[in-house]
Nanobody, 122 residues
Framework: QVSLVESGGGLVQAGGSLRLSCAAS????????MVWFRQAPGKEREFVAA????????TYTTSVKGRFTISRDNAKNTAWLQMNSLKPEDTAVYYC???????????????WGKGTLVTVSS
């Protein structure tokens, strides 16, 4: 069992930055790939970024490449999503999840956090 808790969401103006955190407890966090998803109002949950258990490589959805950075510190059982140059279309609930597999699919995730809301105003 792994428990995940996201934090760092909030309201920010377009062009601003936020840093989301995902704190893990329970089974060995370092065994899992760590993935961020988001779900905007009225839309399906979508993949945002992923990082392997060791910290490299990483992968991003096209719309956030060059603006978002995923990272992790296994010693701290924590992962982060640094979000820069935020746009109104980035508004969503952001979820962290972990998976034994290297996958972008929500169905492949083993554990999920409850999410943190990011609102980007224009």
């Amino acid at each position: 069992q792994v428990s995940l808790v996201e934090s760092g969401g909030g309201l920010v103006q377009a062009g601003g930055s936020l840093r989301l955190s995902c704190a893990a407890s329970g089974r060995s966090f370092s065994s899992f790939a760590m993935v961020w998803f988001r779900q905007a109002p009225g839309k399906e949950r979508e993949f945002v970024a992923a990082i392997t258990s060791s910290g490299s490589p990483t992968t991003y959805t096209t719309s956030v490449k060059g603006r978002f950075t995923i990272s992790r510190d296994n010693a701290k059982n924590t992962a982060w999503l640094q979000m820069n140059s935020l746009k109104p279309e980035d508004t969503a609930v952001y979820y962290c999840a972990v998976s034994i597999l290297w996958s972008r699919s929500a169905s492949a995730m083993n554990y999920w956090g409850k999410g943190t809301l990011v609102t980007v105003s224009s």
